[in-house]
Every structure is written in C-alpha cells, then in structure tokens.
C-alpha cells in the first residue's frame, strides 16, 4: 500500500478522542471558594451546606485526633484521610439506611455515618471483633483485599434485584489502584449484565501507597473505564461537596429506577502517608507536586461559600472541633474499655457447626481462659 | 428407587434444594439454558425458571463475589466452578473471603454458600481440567470440603452441603459422572457432612480412601480377598474436617492402615490423616502407615494419565507390602 492512503482506521485518533467525554469534571464550586454552578446550590438550603460543613469538620478532626492516637500507640492499621472529607461526606450523605455498604480500608468515615459507632472504628482498627459488628446491619467490613468489594457488591445488588426492593442500592468504594484490579472489572461488569442497583465509587487520590496514579494505566481517566463495561461514568471535582453530593445521588436514582450501575470517579487528594504505619510521603512525592491540592482544600472552599452567606463563623467551627474532639477521645476510652477477645470464641465462629478437631480445641481453650 | 448415574444423583440433589427452599440459587458459566457442560443442572432452568437457575459472565472472582453478595441479601447461592483447576481465578473469594466472613462477623452472619466443581483425572482432558486441588482447601478454617465416591452419597452430601449454614466444596469427581450406576433413592435424605463410611468390613487392613480411589480400594480389597487378606476400606467423604473417629475405630481392629489418595503425594489430605493416626494411634499400629498417593509431578499429559493416576494394582502392592511387615 502506498504511504499517504487513507487508512481503514485511525488508531490515533481513537486513542487521542476516546476521553473526550470525560475533559470536564463535574464541579459546583471551584478551587478557590468560587460558585461555577449557582442553579445546582440554589437547591441546597443553608442547612443542608451547613450539616456538610460539619461532616467535613468532623471527618477532619477525627483524622488529627486519630493521628494523635496513632502517635500514643493506641490503634493498630489507620488508612488517614485528610483531603478526601467531601468525597467521603459528600457521597456517603447520598444513600439511605437500608442501602448496602462495601467500603475499603480508607473509608471509615463513611461506615460511621452509615450506622457504626466511632468507638467501633477504633475497634477495627485495634483489631477487635465488635468492630465488625453494626448497628447498621447494611455493611460489610473495610475490605483489605483491594478489589474483592467491587466483586462482592455484584452478588449484593443482584441480590437487591431479585429480593424485589426497590429503593435500594449497593454502594461500593475504592481507589485509584483498586481500578487495577480484576475484581474491580468482574464486579463492575457482573453488576452491568445483570444491570442490577449499584454505584461504584473510585476516590482517586492520586496514589496508590508510593505508586502514582498515571503508573496505574494509561487511560486518561479511571472513569472512561467504566464505558467497556456498557456502564455510564463521571468524573466529579472530589474536593467539592456539593458536586460530589448532586452526582451521587442522581446515581442512586438512576440505579434503583432499574438502569443499571454507574461507575463515579472522585478526583480527590490523599494529603497524608498511606496508613500510620510506617509510611513516609517525602520519599515519593514532593511538597511543589502536594500544593496545588492542599489549596483545592474542601474545607477551605466551603468555609469561603458558607462565610459569604454569613451562616458561618471560625468561631464555630474551633467549638465544633472541641466537641469532637471529646467525642473521640471518649470513644477511644469505650474501645480500651472492651472486654479482652477468647480463642475460643474464634474457634466457635470459625464454623457454624464446629468441626470434632475444632470442637476439641474450644475445650481446651475454655479451661484455659476459665483459670 | 432407580438406578441414577453419579451426575443425574447430583442433579436429582440439585432439584430438590431448589424446591425445598426458594432462596436457593444456582449460577455460573453455562449452567442455564446449556444444563452445564456436563448437564449436571439440566433441565434445571426450565423447571425453576431463570430467576433461580442461571448463567454467569466467564469470570470465577466474579462467581464467587456474586456468591457472597448474595448471602449478605438473604439467598443460599449454589454456584458451580466449571472445573476445579479454575477455582485459582476464584482463591481470594473462596479463600480470602467467603470462609472467614461468618468469622470476621464474630458470627453474625452467616455465608452459606456450596460451590460445586467438577475434578479428578482419568478422562483425557485438557490441561487444568483434572487436577485433585482439595489440598489447598482443606488446609482452609471455615471452609467445609467434600466428595462423593458412589451415587448415593452424591446426591445426600450434596443436600446436605446446601442446607449447611457454612460454605462448602462440593467436588464432583468427573470419571464418576457417567461411570458409575447406583441405586438412588427418589425422595429427599441427606448423609451428614463430616463423616466417613466403612464402605467394606475387614478385619486385616485398613484402606482409606475417598473420591474414585474407593473404587480402585475395593478392587484392591476384591484382589487381597483372594489370598485370604481382609481389607476394610474407609470412604473419608469428608476431606474437611476429617472423621478421624472412624478411622480410628477401624485401625484398633486391623491394626494395619494404608491411606490412598489420587492426588500428589505432596498435596497431601493423606498426610494429614497419616499425622493424625500416627499422633493418636500409633501404639495401635503394627506396621507403619502405608501411603498410596500419585507422584510429585504436575498433573501429567493427558496420554500418560493412566501411568500416573494410583489405581487398584498399586493400591494392592502397598497393601500387601504393609499386611506383610
């Protein structure tokens, strides 16, 4: 063939066109306290922006207070979680009580706000059993395994399909690594052919532990991913409640009209180390990279919106931190106070029906622990 | 009562949990409209419609993601892993997940899922389609595993795994399928999921066996017979947990004991079995414990499979080798 003839197809032009419809994330305030989108505020009362306000304050407290506490030795595994307040408040505020939970580690606040206690979280954290155990009973634990969420919220919302409910859905969080993984495609695409109730949160904080995001894949956005699985995607501005807020539930609606699962990539800013163990960020990342992003704080841009209206003060807000504060410090009290774990109790919860080997080993764990 | 193959036991099992409890499900690759690749769930769909009995994207995570999704929203999955080799794409759900949530709970809830799979050598298959991989399972907490060597416990121990409230592998030895006739009760009875059965009384040796290597054990005892040597062969059933009780009671009669098993020797269900007679019965031995198990390759092509396999020839010569030490 000679050079210059028309091709049967342009490869490049596919791959430079093919994140077209993702260039705009969606946003209602910008990063500077800016309101881009008046009409969609205009549906929230000042309430309301004040109630997400306070989740924000109260997420942000209790990453410092749970920081502190990692710092005295008194919690075990803590996935921190400054930067990401409005896109963990903003989302999780979206769904209902009987709506079902499939966090990852990263998503403690969500689980709080959900139906468990902050004392449980701490449990969870300290590696205790009664942090596995809801108020809510809507939830599963923070995944470790990154990914299985994603295939386990397919069972979850086919299971809402076929018990008929129709005000519910499953809802489901990772990060920007989790997009790697094949669970994350199996769960996605098991949910989109059976077009059952579900909605699939990637926070993308820009980090996998040390990895960056664009190690993670070539793909412009991690929401585009979303369209091989004939399922409808978004990208939001995750530092902007409100925006993160409107999407989530207009995907909550779309789900339990019987539409299928929607995929919402969260652009969003781990400021702190993977986890409080051990982690250290300057080894990866540099401050020039970090502030851009700690500017875009969804504190700070809410705090501008809410103080220009005048329904807002830092007065406020340093006695709501002080209220919370307590509150945490209370709670970590309650979860020292929780009665020592058995072996035994292991052993019974291994099987419904306990094994003769495991039954003969309860045995011998109860004379121990009853002397 | 009729006679049933191995497979049509499995599938008159089937038929009854879906209609004994309306939240059992059965799902995976090709077990709707197709009845499985096997026809294990034929003519399933049409009876239960596709609401109960249907098909799966070809995903194992998925299978065993959807599995526990759908005990968290109130149902009993039964989902069929179409070969056993596959459950490798499916480790972390079975593993990593769906054995320890009822643990992770704290109790609270339960999982009870029974993933079916198909497995054993002996039929020429491709790669990965043969492999006895119950030893990366059985070494699991929480999970329950086991196999059936004749119709009749197929279709009791596949009831039984499905009423469980624990999840259980229920491994479904594919040379059996279509092998093996028995006579098979119509109506609905269970055989309890953590217990051997003495499948032949003897006085001699103990055989202990499970899956078709009961089979080759009974041809074994058959040929032993001949010179006046009694063989007592064991069917486990049960690979987790063991019934080490029946066992036992066996080996304070025979005071011999070989253990068999179709897998490597390496990949070893026997020798948890041997470990456990040789912790709690070795003063009851009069020898030591016999081993028959294949050899420590990967699963062999499938021309050479019956060079490989153990069958009754090799069980005999361990035998006779252990009755005569």
Redesign the interface.
């Known amino acids: 063939m000679a050079n210059g003839s028309k091709q049967i197809v342009d490869f490049a032009k596919i791959k430079a066109t093919m994140a077209d419809p993702y260039k705009h994330p969606v946003q209602v305030i910008n990063g500077d306290g800016k309101v881009v989108d008046p009409d969609t505020l205009a549906k929230y009362s000042d309430d309301q922006l004040v109630d997400f306000m306070k989740k924000m304050v109260w997420e942000r407290t209790l990453h410092e207070q749970t920081m502190n506490f990692s710092r005295q030795g008194r919690l075990g595994f803590y996935a921190p979680t400054a930067g990401e307040e409005a896109s963990e408040m903003g989302s999780v505020t979206a769904f209902k009580d009987q709506d ?1 939970l499939l966090p990852a580690y990263r998503d403690l606040p969500q689980m709080i706000q959900h139906g468990t206690t902050v004392a449980k979280g701490f449990l969870w954290s300290k590696g205790h ?2 942090g ?2 809801y108020e809510n ?1 809507n939830m ?2 923070p995944q470790i ?1 990154i990914g ?1 969420q ?11 399909q ?2 008929g409910d129709k005000d519910r859905v ?1 809802f489901v969080y990772t990060g920007d690594g989790g997009t790697s993984q ?2 994350w495609y ?2 996605i ?2 949910t989109s ?1 059976y077009q059952a109730p579900a909605v699939f949160f990637v926070q993308n904080n820009g980090w996998a532990i040390s990895v960056p995001r664009k190690k993670q894949t070539a793909a412009e956005t991690l929401a585009q991913k979303a369209v091989a699985m004939g399922v409808p995607s978004v990208q939001v501005d995750g530092m902007d409640i409100v925006a993160v807020h409107e999407v989530a539930k207009a995907a909550r609606d779309f789900a339990v009209a019987g539409n299928g699962p929607v995929v919402i990539e969260t652009l969003t800013y781990r400021y702190g180390a993977h986890s409080s163990a051990g982690d250290d960020p300057s080894r990866y990342r540099t401050d020039e990279e970090t502030k851009p992003w700690f500017d875009a704080d969804p504190l700070i841009r809410m705090r501008k919106v809410l103080t220009d209206k005048g329904v807002w003060s830092q007065d406020q807000e340093d006695k709501l931190v002080d209220q919370y504060k307590d509150e945490f410090k209370d709670a970590m009290k309650e979860a020292e106070a929780a009665p020592a774990q058995k072996v035994s ?2 052993l ?6 306990p ?4 039954k003969k080993q309860i045995a011998e764990f109860e004379a121990k622990e009853s002397k | 009562m009729a006679k049933m193959t191995y497979i049509k036991a499995i599938t008159s099992g089937l038929d009854q949990v879906l209609s004994d409890d309306p939240k059992t499900l059965i799902f995976g690759e090709d077990v709707g409209k197709n009845g499985g690749v096997f026809r294990t769930t034929v003519d399933l769909q049409d009876k239960f419609g596709e609401d109960r009995v249907f098909d799966t994207p070809l995903a194992e995570s998925g299978i065993l993601g959807l599995a526990i999704g759908l005990s968290l929203t109130g149902w009993r999955p039964i989902p069929e892993i179409q070969f056993m080799g596959f459950t490798f794409e499916a480790m972390d759900g079975i593993v990593g997940q769906l054995a320890r949530d009822h643990y992770r709970f704290g109790g609270q809830k339960n999982f009870p899922v029974t993933i079916r799979t198909p497995f054993g050598g002996g039929t020429h298959t491709a790669e990965m389609h043969a492999d006895n991989l119950e030893n990366y399972f059985v070494s699991t907490p929480g999970l329950r595993v086991v196999t059936a060597s004749n119709p009749y416990d197929a279709k009791g121990l596949v009831i039984s795994a499905v009423e469980s409230d624990d999840p259980v592998l229920f491994m479904e030895n594919l040379k059996l399928y279509r092998s093996m006739k028995d006579e098979v009760p119509d109506d609905k009875y269970t055989v309890p999921l953590d217990s051997a059965k003495v499948v032949r009384e003897g006085t001699d040796i103990t055989l202990v066996a499970y899956s078709a290597e009961v089979n080759e054990a009974l041809t074994a005892a058959d040929a032993l017979a001949k010179d006046n040597i009694s063989a007592e062969v064991i069917d486990l059933r049960s690979l987790s947990p063991i019934d080490t009780d029946t066992i036992y009671a066996s080996i304070d009669k025979t005071h011999k004991v070989v253990v068999i098993q179709e897998a490597q020797r390496m990949a070893g269900v026997g020798a948890v079995v041997a470990s456990d007679i040789a912790e709690d019965k070795i003063m009851s031995l009069d020898a030591p414990i016999g081993r028959v198990a294949a050899p420590d390759s990967v699963y062999p092509f499938a021309q050479a499979e019956n060079d490989w396999i153990p069958n009754s020839d090799d069980i005999e010569a361990k035998a006779r080798e252990i009755f005569n030490y």
């Not at chain 1, 994603?150 to 809402?160: D, K, N, P, R």
């Not at chain 1, 094994?355 to 495991?358: E, G, I, K, Q, W």
Request: glycine share 10%.
């Open positions: 079902f059993v009664s596995n155990q009973p599963l634990f395994i299985a994603y295939a386990e919220t397919a069972g979850v919302a086919l299971g809402i076929k018990n499953a094949g669970d199996e769960g695409n098991f052919a109790d292991f019974k919860w291994t099987y419904n029906v094994t003769p080997a495991v």
